[in-house]
């Protein structure tokens, strides 16, 4: 099979689309859509986001050290995009886009009513990468919306619609083909 080799570039696809919301000292809010995000560690949980400097959501999040990252569905994708193209310098975009801010649990920073996971954060280091700064963070509490619960009490997140972003577009999850441990679990006999 024939293969090319391309300058260093990151093709870590697909990962997350997520609205991420921040505020200022000042009671400012803004929303900013963020793909730089991942788990860092699990205990304790920590995060991270990677924003470039010259966005206007960054000095919200070095001022007050915290943010909130609300996990996307196919019905918030329109609002994903317009938040990652539009600068809250310009237009209000929890307006623009009808979305709801809630009251987090543990920060100030507002949460998005629709999304049906918010992760609510507090930066515990900045790492100034290049490009981007990298905040990370610990995770200080998890809201999820308690329609997506089951009958047994466990959160059915891969019903909610979620999407992701991988190389340009943004993409639904497909169906299941495995799950964790499955390579390893005991085959039952015939």
Same mark, same amino acid.
């Given at each position: 099979?024939?293969?090319?080799?391309?300058?260093?570039?990151?093709?870590?696809?697909?990962?997350?689309?997520?609205?991420?919301?921040?505020?200022?000292?000042?009671?400012?809010?803004?929303?900013?859509?963020?793909?730089?995000?991942?788990?860092? /560690?699990?205990?304790?949980?920590?995060?991270?986001?990677?924003?470039? @400097?010259?966005?206007?959501?960054?000095?919200?999040?070095?001022?007050?050290?915290?943010?909130?990252?609300?996990?996307?569905?196919?019905?918030?994708?329109?609002?994903?995009?317009? /938040?990652?193209?539009?600068?809250?310098?310009?237009?209000?975009?929890?307006?623009?886009?009808?979305?709801?801010?809630?009251?987090?649990?543990?920060?100030?920073? @507002?949460?998005?009513?629709?999304?049906?996971?918010?992760?609510? /954060?507090?930066?515990?280091?900045?790492?100034?990468?290049?490009?981007?700064?990298?905040?990370?963070?610990?995770?200080?509490?998890?809201?999820?919306?308690?329609?997506?619960?089951?009958?047994?009490?466990?959160?059915?997140?891969?019903?909610?619609?979620?999407?992701?972003?991988?190389?340009?577009?943004?993409?639904?999850?497909?169906?299941?083909?495995?799950?964790?441990?499955?390579?390893?679990?005991?085959?039952?006999?015939?």
């Amino acid at each position: 099979m024939a293969r090319q080799t391309w300058k260093p570039g990151t093709m870590v696809y697909p990962v997350p689309a997520a609205m991420v919301t921040v505020a200022d000292k000042a009671g400012n809010t803004n929303i900013i859509t963020i793909a730089w995000t991942g788990t860092v /560690c699990s205990d304790p949980p920590m995060t991270y986001v990677s924003i470039k @400097p010259e966005r206007y959501s960054h000095h919200m999040v070095e001022e007050t050290g915290e943010f909130v990252i609300n996990l996307t569905t196919k019905d918030t994708a329109f609002a994903t995009d317009y /938040c990652g193209v539009k600068s809250g310098r310009d237009v209000d975009k929890w307006k623009e886009m009808g979305l709801t801010p809630g009251k987090a649990s543990k920060v100030s920073v @507002p949460i998005i009513e629709e999304c049906p996971v918010n992760i609510e /954060c507090r930066v515990t280091e900045v790492k100034r990468l290049g490009s981007h700064d990298m905040f990370l963070a610990e995770v200080v509490a998890v809201d999820v919306d308690e329609k997506y619960m089951n009958e047994s009490g466990k959160f059915e997140l891969n019903s909610t619609g979620i999407i992701a972003y991988s190389h340009g577009e943004y993409r639904e999850l497909g169906p299941a083909v495995g799950k964790f441990g499955y390579s390893v679990q005991k085959r039952r006999k015939a």
